[in-house]
């Protein structure tokens, strides 16, 4: 009936996670509210974690995208399971750092990092700094010769697949603003200079074909194409790297009937190709990493809201009016992504009621869903939307200056805060 098993419904007839009545969530802590499952989350994470055991003796690791969630508990949690971190900006590294990881455990992206980000990222120690361009090596190669260190970074590069999924989140095609283009020889190129530089150490290549992918194919493509790039560096270059990044993008499921593949499929078919490929070249298995965001956190997340209005015109259709909108969930708005919506408190009546999801704020696209069925609704009532633990409340904005809601971790039939709720207060605090 749901999309993930972290959902169920309870002898009052609502809607539960990890054990928690979200109506008794709604009413303890407001709405709006995001919900995140502990539960969901550390299963997902080991099960990549046993993968990895199986697939490659533990010879790579899942780095968690925190693109998708980002604060200091989820960083706490991921590590705890054993993944590593993989971090966008100087602001997720500092929350990672925060939070206590490890520096090593975390790997540095972003296609235009600045000075200062690169600074940050070399006095902390990073695992390495994932390269995007040339002039970037150029200032990492030179910041290093100034403090007189060696960086160890990987070089993304676009292995020229297009995934089927939407066209703002595919990453790997050429016409992409992301990483060094394979099929023209600038990646080659860069890879050379890369070697030639004193202060940096090249060790692996990257690469992240997109997002919400339900196909297995491109990700077998992708590590196909990527170990055929790295055997050339060895075979021409002389150059033996050690890391593999195949990136992350494995789909979730926002509806039920979404055709998601089980992460396992994922990883048993794409270590199949690498082992072939490394078989047929002779060389050694290298260090795997993947990078799922989404899969992790998307399905243990729910945002919770109170049907503010209900608003019916006549022949075209009908706007529920919620307390949250585009400001912490700009994803309809953005991408027209799919949701399932419930009312909470009345989940076993029928959905035969077809609702559009309206937001708060002054814009007539602030929309969570339109034309969905849900339960009958009623002013007062409790409305869920489930899938909302990636590029949430990550995304979230202040946008005509609503605050940012809190969000509660459950695990267990227990409930925490792990994201305190914004205050008016918070709004002007760096106003002059
Ligand atoms: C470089 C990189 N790695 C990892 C991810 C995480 O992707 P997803 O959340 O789809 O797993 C992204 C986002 O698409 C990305 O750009
Ligand atoms: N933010 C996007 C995905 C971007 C993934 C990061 N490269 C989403 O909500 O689907």
Redesign the pocket.
């Known amino acids: 009936m749901f999309v993930s098993d972290c959902y169920n419904v309870n002898e009052k007839g609502h809607l539960t996670i990890s054990g928690c009545d979200t109506v008794e969530l709604a009413e303890k802590y407001g709405t709006a509210l995001y919900v995140m499952s502990e539960d969901e989350i550390r299963s997902v994470c080991r099960r990549y974690k046993s993968s990895f055991e199986r697939h490659y003796n533990g010879n790579g690791t899942a780095?968690y995208?925190s693109?998708?969630f980002c604060c200091k508990e989820i960083c706490r949690i991921v590590t705890e399971e054993g993944l590593d971190l993989?971090v966008?900006s100087g602001g997720e590294l500092y929350t990672a750092l925060a939070a206590g990881v490890d520096a090593k455990h975390i790997h540095f992206?972003g296609n235009n990092k600045t000075m200062q980000e690169l600074c940050y990222a070399l006095e902390s120690g990073v695992g390495d700094i994932?390269v995007d361009n040339l002039n970037e090596l150029h200032r990492i190669e030179k910041l290093s010769a100034e403090k007189g260190v060696v960086t160890s970074i990987s070089m993304?590069i676009k292995p020229g697949i297009d995934a089927h999924t939407h066209e703002f989140?595919r990453?790997g095609q050429i016409d992409s603003k992301?990483g060094f283009a394979l099929e023209n020889g600038e990646a080659f190129e860069a890879v050379k200079e890369a070697v030639a530089c004193e202060n940096v150490e090249l060790i692996g290549l990257?690469c992240?074909i997109?997002?919400?992918?339900f196909d297995k194919a491109p990700f077998v493509l992708a590590a196909q194409v990527m170990l055929k790039f790295y055997n050339k560096i060895h075979t021409e270059l002389g150059k033996t790297l050690t890391h593999l990044?195949l990136?992350?993008?494995?789909?979730v499921k926002y509806k039920e009937a979404d055709a998601a593949v089980p992460y396992e499929d994922y990883m048993s078919d794409v270590s199949e190709a690498v082992h072939a490929a490394c078989k047929e070249y002779g060389i050694q298995v290298p260090y795997i990493y993947i990078?799922?965001?989404?899969?992790?956190v998307?399905e243990a997340g729910l945002t919770l809201y109170t049907v503010g209005d209900i608003k019916t015109i006549p022949n075209v259709r009908t706007y529920v009016a919620i307390d949250g909108g585009m400001y912490e969930n700009p994803r309809y708005a953005l991408y027209q992504s799919d949701y399932t919506c419930l009312i909470a408190n009345k989940v076993n009546e029928p959905a035969d009621f077809t609702a559009t999801i309206a937001g708060k704020c002054c814009e007539s696209g602030d929309l969570i869903q339109e034309n969905t069925l849900i339960q009958k609704p009623e002013v007062g009532d409790i409305l869920a939307v489930l899938s909302t633990g990636?590029?949430n409340y990550s995304m979230a904005s202040n946008y005509n200056r609503n605050t940012r809601p809190p969000v509660v971790m459950v695990r267990g039939g227990e409930s925490r805060v792990i994201i305190k709720g914004e205050t008016y207060e918070d709004l002007v605090r760096n106003d002059v």
């Open positions: 780095l995208a693109k998708a993989d966008v992206h994932v993304r989140i990453t992301f990257h992240h997109g997002s919400q992918i990044n990136g992350g993008g494995f789909g990078e799922p965001g989404r899969s992790i998307c990636a590029y």
